[in-house]
Nanobody
């Protein structure tokens, strides 16, 4: 397992942008991990947001964020990012970063072995 440190949350007005970062540490071979972002809004279950697949893997997005959010990774820095643009109040949630070594089924939280602590994103209308 790896340790994940999430940062970058905060309060933003609707239409604004935020960038979340998730830095991995420990005995990592970072590029061998699929890195996912999930979120959990108040009173709702945790949901998939985006994933960057492991070595040579592709990206995937939830329909609700497609075209607004971009996931990227810098394997040299052991870090994955989530650039969030055109934010709406519906994006308000605690955002979690996760790492796993599967190649498929990456929209499922069960595919991930390690989780970061979460960062709160609040979008005001």
């Amino acid at each position: 397992q790896v340790q994940l440190d999430v940062s970058g949350g905060g309060l933003v007005q609707a239409g604004g942008s935020l960038r979340l970062s998730c830095a991995a540490s420990g005995r990592t071979f970072f590029s061998s991990y699929a890195m996912g972002w999930f979120r959990q809004a108040p009173g709702k279950e945790r949901e998939f947001v985006a994933v960057s697949g492991r070595i040579g893997g592709s990206t995937d997005y939830a329909d609700s964020v497609k075209g607004r959010f971009t996931i990227s990774r810098d394997d040299a820095k052991n870090t994955v990012y989530l650039q969030m643009n055109s934010l709406t109040p519906e994006d308000t949630a605690v955002y979690y970063c996760a790492a796993g070594r599967r190649y498929s089924g990456l929209r499922d939280a069960m595919a991930y072995d390690s989780w970061g602590q979460g960062t709160r994103v609040t979008v005001s209308s």
